[in-house]
């Protein structure tokens, strides 16, 4: 299947969440963030990106779950209020926006597309559902907040995930990452893009500003060897074992230092061929990662010719709800180089048992 109508609706409302997200950053004032329940930071540009999103989602696709990261339960109050009000003019302005090349009114864009207070908190909570159906939605309307908040890497993500001849698989991805830098050796080149695969159609790069202008740049991951390779990682200590990093770099004989990097900018990094190695290992919290924190990484990896598994080898869950299950850590990387690196991590994490 070709996924062509998903495929244009979800360029689109990402390149709209991307307007949004950096006009916020760049208008973003102290009281505009909250800390979660689980102490993470979520900004008004997180819940007016999700507004957005599932707003246009809601309108292309109204019998379709979606698998939001965040919810509206902390903007009802009366303490929220200003909060709210902030979010819902954000969404607005950006529903409202004239409409674009490839952009259609019936998806609740161009003038008429403004919303109330309560449709806009009630398309935000649209994003719980659980996790399980046969085709589904998954939205991080900020991914990588702490990036954003730094001025740094952070993207929108959306996927579509589809149960097809029993197996269930990420079918399309689309990663918008305003931040990101054309070349990643120079940070003053141009910055934005928008990164789209469809299962079996390849991976391709598109202009943030204008995606639907030409067919954008196929991605393909070089092959890379342990000589030129270096890993890509978190730059949060607490969302993966960094220490445990340094332990499979030597295994491997990597010399060049690490990229840290915020979100799945890392997974868009490696499909255009920077780095070749993302590593996460778990840090022993219980934490379990989030299949809206790599679903569409992943697809887009393995249209551009790597593999992503866990650090047993083993394809990740998208099928058992919001989390993928049990935390053995996520390993990506070229087709040519993922062996190596799934033995260095086995290797790694057996010294590691033995206390070497
Ligand atoms: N403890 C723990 N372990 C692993 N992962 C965690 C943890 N806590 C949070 N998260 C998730 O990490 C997401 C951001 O991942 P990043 O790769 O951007 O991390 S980092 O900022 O580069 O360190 C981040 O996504 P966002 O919340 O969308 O920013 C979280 O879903
Ligand atoms: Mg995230
Ligand atoms: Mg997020
Ligand atoms: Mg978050």
Request: aromatic content about 6%; charged content about 25%.
């Amino acid at each position: 299947m070709s996924y062509a109508a998903e495929k244009q609706v979800a360029i689109a409302a990402v390149r709209r969440a991307c307007i949004l997200t950096s006009s916020v950053f760049n208008n973003l004032v102290k009281n505009e963030t909250l800390t979660k329940e689980d102490a993470s930071p979520v900004t008004v540009g997180d819940f007016a990106a999700q507004a957005v999103v599932n707003t246009i989602l809601g309108r292309a696709f109204p019998n379709d779950p979606i698998v939001g990261e965040e919810d509206a339960a902390d903007l009802r109050g009366d303490a929220a209020t200003a909060l709210r009000t902030r979010i819902v003019e954000l969404a607005n302005a950006t529903l409202t926006a004239k409409l674009e090349a490839g952009e259609k009114e019936e998806w609740g864009l161009g003038p008429s597309g403004q919303q109330t207070t309560e449709q806009l908190l009630n398309i935000i909570d649209k994003g719980k559902h659980e996790g399980k159906a046969e085709r589904m939605w998954t939205l991080d309307p900020i991914d990588g907040t702490k990036g954003f908040l730094r001025g740094e890497q952070y993207a929108v993500c959306l996927s579509l995930i589809v149960k097809t001849e029993g197996r269930t698989r990420v079918q399309l991805g689309v990663i918008g990452c305003p931040n990101l830098p054309s070349d990643l050796s120079n940070p003053s080149s141009p910055r934005g893009g928008i990164f789209v695969a469809v299962r079996g159609e390849g991976a391709y790069e598109l202009p943030l500003h204008d995606p639907f202008s030409a067919p954008g740049r196929r991605l393909s991951i070089p092959k890379l060897t342990t000589d030129n390779l270096n890993l890509l990682e978190s730059v949060e200590k607490a969302h993966s074992k960094l220490s445990f990093n340094e332990v499979v770099a030597k295994e491997l004989g990597i010399t060049k230092p690490p990229t840290r990097m915020d979100s799945q900018a890392k997974y868009a990094a490696l499909a255009r061929g920077d780095g070749g190695v993302y590593l996460r290992m778990p840090t022993g919290t219980g934490y379990r990662e989030k299949i809206w924190d790599h679903a569409p990484g992943s697809l887009l990896v393995e249209e551009a010719g790597g593999k992503v598994t866990d650090s047993r080898g083993e394809d990740l869950r998208f099928d058992l709800g919001r989390d993928l299950g049990e935390n053995y850590g996520v390993i990506v990387a070229g087709e040519g180089v993922h062996s190596s690196v799934l033995d260095a991590v086995k290797r790694a994490l057996a010294k590691e048992k033995q206390g070497q």
